[in-house]
């Protein structure tokens, strides 16, 4: 057990893609940063080009370091507004699904839930609260929730303050449509508070934990920040999320659940762990 996953109770990963480098190399690195799991993707975030020898070549090396890969970075725009660009979306999936049986530690693929912005698969626009669309997002999530199932994997859905699936209440009216067998979500509350909600920030965080605590194989570890209305999610110690309810929330709801750091440098690691530690505390 690394120091890190004693310290927290729990393995403690991050993004491959911060580390430069093939796939030893990152490996190598976050085994000397104390990390004891990885959550795996390709970058640019498409995998369609991974076989399945590659796939068992880089299992084979994040294990000798000690790195299970327990999780598939699939992130796509389900809901493109080009058609091309969705269907390049899809198929993605569909391959991420078709690799993840090669990565036997793994709990599943995350994905968003898209967006309509013509220009960024990750800013707002105003068509996606709209029920055509949220019907779109439905019927792309429940197709590919079929596809993970026939490959043995799940659907790890990530909500978004600017995608279709946005708040608390777009979790808890989309959860009855879901076999949790099928899909299951990503602990990232960090993503899901509005801005008139930040002053009821920590009760924000436990409506989240209720909904789908039970159902989150994975947590992130980042921040949360409005700047002139615009949301930004930058690395853990640069905005204002309650950690204090965060972390308290992880222990008694989701213990030994791996932690996975995200949006921050390879310099930036150790900073961050150390804030990180000091949170936790």
Known sequence: MSKLESFFGRPV?????????????????MADQGFSCVQWGTHPHDAREVTESQAQDIH???QEHGLPVV????YQNIVAVD????????????????????????VGVATETGT????????????????????EMVASLLALGEKAKQAGTRLLIEGYVENVCRTPE??????????????????????LVLEEKLPQL???ISRIFTLIGAQSPIAHAKDLLYQDGVVSTPRSGTGIFDFATYFRLLD??????????????VGQVEETLDFLKREYE
């Open 116 to 135: 309509k912005n013509p220009d960024s698969p990750w800013n707002d626009h105003p068509t996606n609260i709209e029920p055509e669309v949220w019907e």
């Open 202 to 204: 920590s009760n924000e």
């Open 83 to 106: 058609p091309e660009k969705k269907a390049i979306s899809l198929e993605t999936l569909e391959h991420f699904f078709h690799l993840a049986p090669y990565f036997p530690d793994s």
């Open 60 to 62: 084979r090396i994040y």
């Open 71 to 74: 999780v598939l970075s699939g």
């Open 252 to 265: 008694e709801q989701m213990p030994g659940v791996p932690l996975i750091l995200e949006h921050l440098e």
């Open 170 to 191: 777009d979790i808890e009216r989309l959860l009855p449509l879901l076999d949790s067998d099928t899909f299951g979500f990503m602990m990232d509350p960090f993503n």
């Open 13 to 29: 990963g991050i993004f491959n893609w911060i580390y430069p480098g093939d796939t030893a190399e990152q490996a190598r690195a």
